[in-house]
């Protein structure tokens, strides 16, 4: 107290801070603001090579890309998932895309983050992958979403990352399309982050 009269009535409970409650009041103490404030971040990290041949069905069949699964448990009641993914793909073709899935203590997985659907369109988290007429190119792709899932404390929530591509195509991450083994051939990794958020 400035004019050295007086003392401070209380002094709250841990973790409340202290604010001023107006002119000649005495002071307050409350919850800090809550928002913003990443609890954990979990990742997968995926620099092997894999590759995919798309089904008779072509581009809406959809495959597990293995290797890029992520499983968070979350901290705290009613928090966001931030979910980050990177991949590095080569296509032979000017097919295919890639998308996310999620599940919630073991239920049935959905998409997530999906564009709105418009007619046969295929929807993922990514455009057509493509090609300038090299096998040697690959693209990096990426997409970020902020997710409010429903959930109880200590479930599990699996998200996971699906490619599909052309019919009779092959798709590949992490690698150029083309496997010679040569400077112009070309590797790089791939993954999913996720945070949770306050």
Same mark, same amino acid.
């Given at each position: 107290?400035?004019?050295?009269?007086?003392?401070?009535?209380? =002094?709250?409970?841990?973790?409340?801070?202290?604010?001023?409650?107006?002119?000649? =009041? %005495?002071?307050?103490?409350?919850?800090?603001? &809550?928002? &913003?404030?990443?609890?954990?971040?979990?990742?997968?990290?995926? /620099?092997?090579?894999?590759?995919?041949?798309?089904?008779?069905?072509?581009?809406?069949? +959809?495959?597990?890309?293995?290797?890029?699964?992520? /499983?968070?448990?979350?901290?705290?009641? %009613?928090?966001?998932? =931030?979910?980050?993914?990177?991949?590095?793909?080569?296509?032979?073709?000017?097919?295919?895309?890639?998308?996310?899935?999620?599940?919630?203590?073991?239920? %049935? +997985?959905?998409?997530? &983050?999906?564009?709105?659907?418009?007619?046969?369109?295929?929807?993922?988290?990514?455009?057509?992958?493509?090609?300038?007429?090299?096998?040697?190119?690959?693209? /990096?792709?990426?997409?970020?979403? =902020?997710?409010?899932?429903?959930?109880?404390?200590?479930?599990?929530?699996?998200?996971?990352? *699906?490619? %599909?591509?052309?019919?009779?195509?092959?798709?590949? *991450?992490?690698?150029?399309?083309?496997?010679?083994?040569?400077?112009?051939?070309? *590797?790089?990794?791939?993954?999913? /982050?996720?945070?949770?958020?306050?």
């Amino acid at each position: 107290n400035t004019r050295g009269s007086g003392i401070v009535a209380k =002094l709250g409970t841990d973790g409340q801070i202290f604010t001023s409650t107006g002119p000649g =009041l %005495s002071q307050g103490f409350e919850a800090a603001a &809550g928002g &913003g404030v990443v609890l954990q971040v979990v990742q997968v990290y995926k /620099t092997d090579v894999t590759t995919q041949a798309g089904g008779s069905n072509g581009h809406n069949v +959809f495959f597990d890309i293995s290797g890029l699964t992520v /499983t968070v448990t979350p901290t705290k009641a %009613s928090s966001k998932l =931030l979910i980050s993914l990177d991949v590095v793909v080569g296509n032979n073709e000017n097919y295919g895309t890639v998308k996310i899935h999620a599940n919630v203590d073991g239920g %049935s +997985f959905a998409d997530i &983050g999906e564009p709105d659907a418009s007619g046969n369109m295929t929807q993922g988290w990514i455009g057509n992958t493509h090609k300038k007429g090299y096998d040697t190119e690959t693209g /990096t792709f990426n997409n970020t979403y =902020l997710w409010t899932p429903t959930y109880d404390l200590g479930e599990d929530i699996i998200i996971k990352a *699906l490619w %599909s591509m052309a019919a009779g195509a092959t798709i590949v *991450l992490n690698r150029s399309h083309q496997s010679t083994d040569a400077t112009n051939t070309f *590797l790089a990794p791939s993954g999913i /982050t996720v945070m949770e958020i306050d």
